[in-house]
């Protein structure tokens, strides 16, 4: 294991949908190596209201360096009004894993090959 620049970028959203499309046109840009898609049960104040519904967490694999354009990326094609856009910076990542995650998001295609893949 190796200190490093990866990151995680979390956010929601309301169908599986529009996380599916837009996490999908992000790994195609090159903004982020991967993403991961869970079902969750959110429970939270909008507008004055305690709300509890079905929501869609989206996990987006990326480095530090790519981090600031998936995220205004991701504000711009997100379909909430104020949408979640958390950024977690990652302490200690397999170096493997990190050379693939830097070369998935460097904007070049020459491996995008997912590790587990291999």
Known sequence: ???TKAVLVLSTFSDDKSAAEISRRLV????????NLAEIRSIYT????VEDQK?????FKTTRRSAKKLKAE???MHPYEV????EVKLS???KPYFDWL???TDGVTKDRNHPAKR
């Open 102 to 104: 830097a070369s998935s």
């Open 92 to 94: 200690d990542v397999s």
């Open 46 to 49: 909008w507008k004055g209201k």
């Open 83 to 86: 949408p979640e856009i958390v």
């Open 28 to 35: 195609e840009k090159g903004f982020c190596a991967c993403v």
């Open 74 to 76: 991701l504000g711009r």
């Open 1 to 3: 294991m190796t200190k």
């Open 55 to 59: 929501e869609f967490l989206a996990v």
